[in-house]
């Protein structure tokens, strides 16, 4: 083998050649950096009372104000910040919820119930996991009293994934 000396502008390509090698990984690795937060869900829960003529209601959603698809992948409720036990034999989840946390004399009626876990949120949208109609004589204050002498109001929280797999917790 004849090795030859090698000269500074050999040098100088391999240097520039490994720059740009480096510049190129740099410039990948803030690609995709920008393309998972460009696609970051953002989950929240929404209480909403409402009142007409049937009655006080209470609606509680999940909404995902980010850019991109979350899915629930934990969905429990908590109350000052002690989890919940799960109903373990319900077939539905809210209704016996429902049931466990408001006393006999106010007795809601559950008109909608969805419990979202494993379900994929697009951004943007809505679930409905409960909707409560209270009877004519019930009123916000009355209804937030009788959760307040039985433990106090409870949170719906959980955790969601994006399509990168980042975990968050909401509630």
């Given at each position: 083998m004849n090795w030859e000396p090698f000269s500074y502008?050999?040098?100088?390509?391999v240097?520039?050649?490994?720059?740009?090698?480096?510049?190129?990984?740099?410039?990948?690795r803030i690609s995709h950096r920008h393309n998972r937060l460009s696609v970051r869900p953002v989950i929240e829960t929404h209480v909403a009372w409402s009142h007409d003529r049937e009655g006080l209601f209470l609606t509680v959603t999940l909404e995902n104000r980010g850019i991109g698809p979350g899915t629930i992948t934990d969905l429990f409720l908590k109350r000052a910040d002690q989890k919940m036990a799960s109903p373990s034999s319900a077939d539905d989840i809210v209704e016996a919820y429902v049931a466990e946390l408001f006393p006999s004399d106010i007795?809601?009626?559950?008109?909608?119930?969805?419990?979202p876990l494993g379900r994929t949120i697009k951004a943007n949208e809505s679930v409905t996991v409960a909707r409560l109609r209270?009877?004519?004589e019930h009123t916000q204050g009355s209804v937030m009293?009788?959760?307040?002498?039985n433990g106090?109001?409870?949170?719906?929280?959980?955790?969601?994934r994006s399509m990168y797999n980042d975990q968050w917790d909401f509630g």
């Open positions: 502008t050999d040098l100088a390509a240097v520039i050649a490994c720059i740009a090698l480096g510049a190129t990984l740099w410039q990948a007795n809601p009626i559950v008109l909608d119930t969805a419990w209270f009877y004519l009293a009788a959760l307040n002498a106090g109001p409870p949170i719906l929280a959980g955790r969601y």
